[in-house]
């Protein structure tokens, strides 16, 4: 009788989990529709350099910085490129239909890796990542975060599969797109990954070099656009930054930046000093918050980097039962995966509140920090 009854419970739990996760992607399906049809305004600015590369001028020329600049490597249009050889509409199709589902897949087997014996947790798990503002909002603008995301999931699933050549391609082409996630050579060292180094650096250099010899003009993102990038002040240009520099700017500290920078450089060093009792997945989720939040600017859609992160705090729990430290991971998912309906006139002008996503990407990283028992390899 009671095996009846629990072989019955796991087999409603099942269901119900595949519902939601349906469900979810549905309901993503259909709330992309009029996004599609109307423009996704970042894919848009891809779409738009990635055709003035294949024109044979530079998308870094100081022609081009009157609208939304191009802050991505050269590199970068190894994927940007090939959607540009399309009409605008098919291409965003393309491109948010491959960003949706390699994210699902991806996710959906680091979570197996950490789940192995529960699959409704799995599919719970990912319904929740789904129904997420970050990724949403990733989705509607055509932003590239979810694709760097699944990279990043799929380089470190082979990393501990003992795959170092593969696990460091896989990080290559996730920098090759965008510069954010050569943080996690951070990672590498410390778990002395030195191959997995060596490949990603390498290929990340030869790309990069290749789209420098083929528009020498490019230069100008090395020598000009990156440096302004990175000694960007912090002042609040949107209510959508969600970065430490902008957190501090409402605040009215000045310099923010020096603030800011101190402090993001206080975080790397206690991860370090922290490494020993770290488990790898807590390792690299915390050089990832440590990064979005300490970007020169943070949109809610660089928050899927915090995702990892997450996926650390909930095997806790699921391990743990310690209901604290459910409650306070959930304050933190609440915090990172909330919005204001029209930002433009939110309902406070608290620093704090207009800031949630930088404080629950905090609350995370020190969930995090704190170190338990082993829960991943």
Partial sequence: MDMSYRSSSRSLLLITSALLLFL????ITFGLDKHLRSGLIDFDV???YGRILLSGRSPYGPEFTQGIPFNYPPSSFILFAP?????????????????LFFFIISAYLLLKHFFPSSKPIRLLLLSLLLQNFPTKFTLVTGQINLIILSILFLSFLFDQKNRPVVSGLL??????????PLTLILYFLLRRRFLSVAVGLSVFLFTNLFFLALTPRSFFYLTTHLPALLSKSGAVTTLYDHSLRAFLARLGITPNTLFSNLTIFTLFVLIILKRRTLTNLSLFSLILIATTIGNAFAWQHHFVLTFPAFIVASLRVFRTKNLPYFFLTLLSAILVGMHFADIARPPTTNPFLISHALLGS???YLLLIIPQHPIDS
């Avoid at 990080?171 to 954010?180: F, G, H, P, Q, Y």
């Fill in 171 to 180: 990080w290559s082409l996730a920098c090759i797109l965008k510069l954010t």
């Fill in 362 to 364: 905090i609350l995370l």
């Fill in 46 to 48: 891809y779409y738009q």
């Fill in 83 to 99: 959607f540009a050889l399309f009409s605008n509409k098919p291409a965003s199709l393309l491109f948010t239909a491959f960003s």
């Fill in 24 to 27: 979810s992607i549905l309901q």
